[in-house]
Structure formats: C-alpha cells, structure tokens
C-alpha cells in the first residue's frame, strides 16, 4: 500500500476514457518538420507561426545573448537588477503595440496571473470570456475577485452583466484570438461596452501577435484599437519563437505591475537567451512582412482543401484550423492516421475543449512549403472523421 496509489487507478480511468496524455519525444528543433522516432513528419500543430524557433538569426542571437549575459539572469528584476538587454527588449516591445511601457515576465502564462492579480482583488469583479485560455481563468481565480462568465463573444451578454453588477472595480478578460477555435473576440464593442461601463479591459495577443495587423502588431492592431486597452499581454513563446511574456500598457499600468504582479516580483528574470532570440524576432517580424502573408495564404490553403474533403473545419483568420471530430476516440484515431501519413498533429480533447468537440487543431506556419502543405491534405484524404479509410 503506498500513498499514491489512487494515482494509477485515477491513470487507468484516464486511459479508458482517451484522454490519457503523453508528450511525444521529438529528436529534433521545432521547425515546419521534425523528426519523431527516426521518422521526418510534417509538424501541423506549432504555434511557432512564423517559424522563427529555428531561424538562424534567432537561434544565433540567442547564443550571442548568452555569451554576453549569462545563462541565466540570477534573481527577479527587482532584486539583482534588469539588464540592460531586458530594458532595450521592454522599450521594443511597447513600440511594437504601440503602447508607453511593457514589463516582460517569464511565460506568457505568468503574465496573466500577474496582470489580473495585480488589477483586481477581494470585493472586485472579472468579466470573462467562456472560452478564454486556461491562464486566463486561473488568474480569475488567483485574484479571488468574483468572476462572472459571459459567453463566448456575446457582448450583449457582456452588457447585461457589466449593467446588473455592482462594483468599484471591474476587469474585463478575453483572448483576442481563442487558441482552440482561432476566432476573434469583437474587440471594438467590448472595449466600447467595457469604457461605458467603467470597467478597465486586459486581452490576451498569445495568439494576435506577429500574426494579425498590418505590421503584425497584433488584433489590437488589426481593428485600430491602439491606445484603447488597458493591458495587452503577449507571449514571446508563439510567432516570437523564444519563451516568456509580457504586458504593455501605460507607465503607470507598468510600474503598478512592477510593484504588485507576484509572479513579476517573485521569478527570477527570463534567460538572456531567451530575450537575445525576441529581440531577433521582432527585427524579423517587422522586415519580413512576407511571413505573415505567406501564413494566411497556408491557412487557406489547408482549411479550404480539408472542407473540400467534407471536414468540419472552423471559420478564422488566424494561424488556427480547428478541424472539429467530436468523441476523444474519434480524435485520437485521426490524429494516428494522420501520423501514419506524415503529418503530426495530436487531437485536443476535453477538458482543454467542451465534451463532444475534441478535435485536430491544425496550425498554419509561414515556412510550409507547398510540399508541406500537399502533405497535410493528402494525409486527410479519403479518411472519415473518426480516422478510417472510406
Ligand atoms: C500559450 C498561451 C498563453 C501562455 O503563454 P506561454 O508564454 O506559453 O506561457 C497564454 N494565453 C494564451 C491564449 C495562450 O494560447
């Protein structure tokens, strides 16, 4: 008898159930290919967008970083101190989304906790999006202000709750592009409906970033809405190709993060390699508008192809292509056949999505080649949803 013992039976129901999860050993950098058990496949499910993770310059800046600052950054910023690279890398960032200031954290996930515990608390309240990402919700929930859900991009509802509430202090929380559906949350009448109703407004460009805008400044971006959000938080773990996030705002939004945002208080700095690649990125974003073009015309590409072969693939204008099968088993036969066609891409099951809608979250990257692309869709061809030879 041991104390952990409930783990393995909790383990088996998971497995019986198709939703036991195992990350997949890769032996290779994260690129448009990689290799998986001495085998070349077509990497289908990157959020690298724009496929910078392995770009040379990034990878090369990276090591420069390092030689430079160190392998690591020895203690929170506002301890040991905010190196100079860090800084120039905030400074870049706010210029990027046209904001005053921008503090870096180190994961994007972190950026959410902190950016919502640091705006509200006890006796406040949230306003969030039912389908915002799991750090959204965790940093409701951290917060411990009251959180009240609207759903999924209905701003009437969102109306109706912000005009029923009664509070001193109110956040309103969404993606700008939901990770799992690759949608867009209508910011211009969010923002419009938060404003009218005093509430301060926090979105989440995880997604938006280096992708959507005319400059890759993100959906903020997009519906020229800069200057008109609160907080935008990014990741530098997405198009970016590096780790770690940020929030960009006012200095006073900025300095009220840098003195109440625990996990900005409380972690140590991103590494200097990780910030060196950022920095790289960003130059390549803003020289390279052919990537973001490039991407959309991928995403049509693959989304128009698969509902030619009759999948139910989902309407957006990200790098996302949820192609929905429904059942966890369903899922996870698709995604093996495609695997065994040269495609990996894993099905996303409950609870990352609602019961009854797992599927294949196809992403879009800007260095497919169009042989890449013909792969995907031949992989798909002639199976049906639950991943058979018709
Ligand atoms: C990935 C993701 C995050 C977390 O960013 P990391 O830098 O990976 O921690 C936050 N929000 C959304 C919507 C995401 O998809």
């Known amino acids: 008898m041991d104390s952990l013992d ?21 032996g290779s950098a994260s690129g448009a290919e990689i290799e998986i058990g001495g085998r070349r496949l077509v990497l289908a499910c990157s959020n690298n967008y724009l496929g910078l993770a392995a770009d040379e310059r990034v990878t090369a800046a990276a090591a420069a ?115 799992m559906d690759g949608d867009l949350a209508p910011l211009p009448s969010l923002v419009e409906v938060a404003h009218r109703h005093g509430a301060m407004t926090m979105v989440d460009e995880a997604h938006g970033t280096g992708v959507l805008g005319r400059s890759g400044g993100g959906a903020v971006e997009h519906f020229g809405l800069e200057g008109q959000v609160d907080a935008v938080v990014g990741t530098l773990s997405k198009a970016l190709g590096s780790a770690g996030g940020f929030v960009a705002g006012s200095e006073r939004l900025c300095s009220w993060i840098r003195n109440r945002a625990r996990p900005f208080i409380f972690d140590t700095a991103p590494a200097p390699a990780a910030l060196g690649a950022a920095g790289a990125a960003l130059e390549i ?19 128009g192809g698969l509902r030619r072969q009759g999948f139910d693939v989902l309407e957006t204008v990200s790098a996302v ?46 260095t497919f080649t169009d042989e890449n692309v013909a792969t995907i869709l031949g992989a798909f061809e002639s199976l049906d949803h639950a991943g058979e030879s018709g």
């Open 6 to 26: 409930w783990i393995g039976d909790e383990l088996i129901a998971l497995d019986d159930a198709s939703l036991l999860r195992v990350p997949t050993v890769v």
């Open 285 to 303: 974003i803003e020289s390279e508008p052919w990537r973001r073009e490039r991407l959309a015309e991928v995403r049509e590409e693959i989304a």
């Open 65 to 179: 970083a390092a030689l430079r600052w160190g392998a690591g950054s020895g203690a929170s910023p506002l301890v040991s101190g905010l190196t100079r690279l860090g800084r120039d890398l905030e400074r870049r960032l706010a210029a990027f989304k046209s904001s005053d200031d921008a503090v870096i954290f180190s994961s994007g996930f972190l950026a959410n906790l902190g950016v919502i515990g640091a705006l509200v608390g006890a006796g406040d309240v949230v306003f969030s999006d039912e389908l915002n990402h799991a750090s959204i919700i965790d940093g409701c929930r951290l917060s411990k202000a009251r959180v009240e859900v609207y759903r999924h991009g209905d701003v009437d509802h969102l109306d109706a709750l912000l005009g029923a509430g009664r509070f001193e202090r109110a956040l309103v929380a969404t993606d700008t592009v939901f990770s």
């Open 321 to 366: 292509i949820p192609v929905i099968v429904g059942e966890s088993a369903d899922a996870l036969a698709l995604a093996a056949a495609i695997q065994e066609r040269g495609v990996f891409a894993p099905a996303i099951r409950p609870p990352t999505v609602a019961a009854g809608t797992a599927r294949i979250r196809l992403s879009a990257m800007a």
